[in-house]
């Protein structure tokens, strides 16, 4: 039917077509960009844009008590400035943005009274300004967004159960270094917050999900580097992760120990120094007490309320928890807090106590570790260091050496 250069040809077309196809599907799914965001307010409604390199899909629900509206979307780079916006405006009172789980991108949009979506679109790029979508939020009453909020929920729930992949996407995002060797104890890493929730955002606007994550990078480098352990970061990159999937992380994986890193934050500004803490039911004083409650909210801030346990749960949880592993946690701990005396400026009250949720594992010896406070300048500053998070890192590494001469994991 066709001759030889006829038969050529035709391939040849086929071929740049199936290309020009695959060409557009790879441009498709390239990652949209953000740009820019801002917010204005208006006598009847504040309007909160986000400026993007090409066209997002998009979808939201709402929550009570306090009220959000939740706007996920699928993964995009929000490394652009978020400027004014995070500090809200008009009926918005703040913004929180960051990767719920790998796939979705998230937007909580925190709301100072009862309020709907009363729009949402996007708008193609034209007369040189960028993609764009739009919401506009009005205010109403407590029973028109209870109603709204049952409803919205409803759908996102049926979405969920429709979404086969959303467990595998977010099954695996823990990443191990060092070479592996039955003779070498494995220590999980958990960098506390990212993703969605900032954690403490500190002097000069640090966020404590950047230092911790920047601090477990380093911990886990100088463990691997010594030879002498492997590490587990429970997260390699700036991701939401339940405050139970950080410890059930370290128990698949068979961790020898678990350590959990944080800065916090108090509203007096001169208060420094750094401190670690072990599981106990009753914390050892009212700011460890009022600590370990703020983090193990820590699920709720990222729109959909995922605690797993009620208070009986917890108390069963502790009362289960084996002795041994809770002594072995004081004792790495002690030895902790004397390697980092002459490196790190430390509380007055050095080793604490308190009910956090990242350190129920009953069989894993385990730490929480505040590396300073982010609301003192100084301790903020030197979070931001290098220099000093590798003097951290050293500290802790003598710890575990100490630590594991005398109890063999």
Same mark, same amino acid.
């Given at each position: ?36 965001? =801002? ?42 400035p978020p400027g004014k916006v995070t500090s809200g405006g008009g009926i918005i009172s703040g ?99 990212g993703g969605v929730d900032p954690g403490t955002i500190g002097v000069g606007g640090v966020y404590e999900k950047d230092v911790t994550l ?22 390699? +990159? ?7 999937? =950080?410890? +059930? ?27 670690? !803490? ?7 004083? +009212? ?85 300073? !406070? ?36």
């Open positions: 039917m066709f001759g030889k250069l006829g038969f050529w040809s035709l391939a040849a077309a086929l071929l740049c077509s199936l290309f020009v196809m695959f060409s557009a599907q790879v441009v498709q799914a390239k990652t949209a960009k953000v740009l820019g965001a =801002r917010l204005g307010v208006y006598p009847d409604k504040t309007r909160f844009v986000i400026d993007l390199d090409s066209d997002v899909d998009f979808t939201y629900f709402l929550l009570p008590d306090p009220f959000r509206i939740i706007i996920d979307m699928p993964e995009i780079d929000w490394s652009a913004l929180r943005y960051g990767l719920f789980k790998p796939g979705t991108f998230r937007v909580v949009l925190d709301v100072g009274q009862p309020a709907l979506i009363s729009k949402i679109f996007t708008l193609p790029a034209s007369g040189g300004k960028p993609n764009r979508l739009v919401i506009d939020v009005a205010p109403t009453s407590r029973d028109a967004f209870m109603a709204a909020s049952r409803e919205s929920m409803a759908a996102y729930s049926a979405r969920q159960r429709n979404d086969t992949s959303a467990t595998e996407k977010s099954a695996d995002v823990a990443v191990e270094t060092g070479k592996a060797g039955g003779n070498k104890p494995l220590i999980a890493i958990d960098a506390g917050h920047a601090a477990a990078r380093e911990l886990a480098k100088v463990l691997t580097d010594s030879g002498r352990y492997r590490a587990l970061l429970t997260r390699d +990159k700036d991701v939401f992760l339940k405050l139970r999937q =950080r410890t +059930k992380i370290a128990r698949k994986n068979h961790a020898d120990l678990f350590l959990s890193l944080h800065a916090d934050s108090i509203s007096n500004s001169r208060h420094r120094g750094a401190s670690v !803490y072990t599981l106990s039911e009753n914390a050892s004083d +009212k700011e460890a007490s009022a600590l370990a409650s703020k983090e193990n909210k820590a699920d709720v801030i990222a729109g959909v309320d995922l605690s797993e346990e009620n208070s009986l749960v917890q108390s069963i949880l502790i009362d289960l928890a084996q002795r041994e592993t809770m002594n072995l946690s004081s004792n790495f701990a002690t030895g902790m807090v004397r390697e980092l005396t002459n490196d790190v400026k430390l509380q007055q009250r050095t080793h604490r106590f308190a009910g956090f949720a990242v350190l129920k594992a009953p069989d894993i010896p385990s730490a929480l570790f505040e590396m300073g !406070y982010l609301s003192n300048p100084a301790d903020a500053k030197l979070l931001q260091s290098p220099a000093h998070r590798k003097k951290m890192a050293q500290a802790i590494l003598r710890a575990l050496d100490d630590y594991f001469k005398t109890h063999k994991f």
